[in-house]
């Protein structure tokens, strides 16, 4: 028998070949019907055999070319694909839409008789010191004005040198002069009739955070009045200052503040 030992004394190799079943190379139907499996599912599956009349795939490859499954674009950053002056817009309209919320709880808190939120406390303080809680609400309406401008404002890129007949051209001519100066805002009688905000050329060059700010304290200049009074100065001095807006709203909202809104008003 085979299998014992021979008459040499070793053991007689074992003949897998009589006692072993066979397996048969898959197919190349069957292996691309197993890659479709894989990529799409059973449903894919049972769809090709039904519209195909279960006709023979010899000859097509199971790669990628020939799978059912759709392949997606890479993602699109949204945010960078705004560029900076849109960055710059969504991160105002958010910041003045938090401040909003906030400050509308602070004035429910007030006339409940409840403390103020700790964070309003803490900002209002900072930046409108020496104002009485019942001016909370022409801080809110002032926000919120400045919430409904935000999306809409236009923006100018100026460029340098400005052109012969650019509108406002005078007016852009000076601040260009003026070393560091990054936007303005620019509303009649200063402007010949537009108002928008007008952005210099550095201010490309400048730091995101600093990108918006800057534009952020421009925005509060369009409210009557709103100029850089210093602080302590006679009769609600912060309502008259653009950094108090910039500073109490940045702050509420968790934006960077920038070294000058820190030296007018120390934490």
Known sequence: MRGLIGSHGRSAAIDASSSAPSRARPTRKATFLLQLQRDA??????????????QEFAGRSPGPENSTVQRQPPPVDEFAAKGPQGQARDEIN???????????????NRDSGAPLPPDVFTAYNRFFAGSSLSQLDLLKTRV????????????????????AGYRDSAVHVVALAKPGLLAAA?????????????????????????????IFHELFHFFPGVVHAPANAPTEPSFQNARAYQGLVG????MSEPAGITAMFPP
């Open 251 to 254: 702050s509420l909202a968790g």
């Open 144 to 163: 919120e004005e400045a919430l409904g401008w935000a999306p809409s404002i236009p923006f100018d890129l100026i460029p340098n040198p400005v052109p």
């Open 41 to 54: 599912g059973n449903t894919a599956v049972s769809r090709l055999l039904a519209g195909s009349g279960r």
């Open 94 to 108: 958010n910041a003045l839409q938090t401040a909003t919320r906030k400050l509308g709880q602070a004035i429910a």
């Open 186 to 214: 620019l509303q009649p009688p200063l402007s010949a009739g537009d108002t928008y905000i007008a952005i210099y050329p550095p201010w490309t060059a400048a730091a995101a955070p600093l990108r918006t700010a800057v």
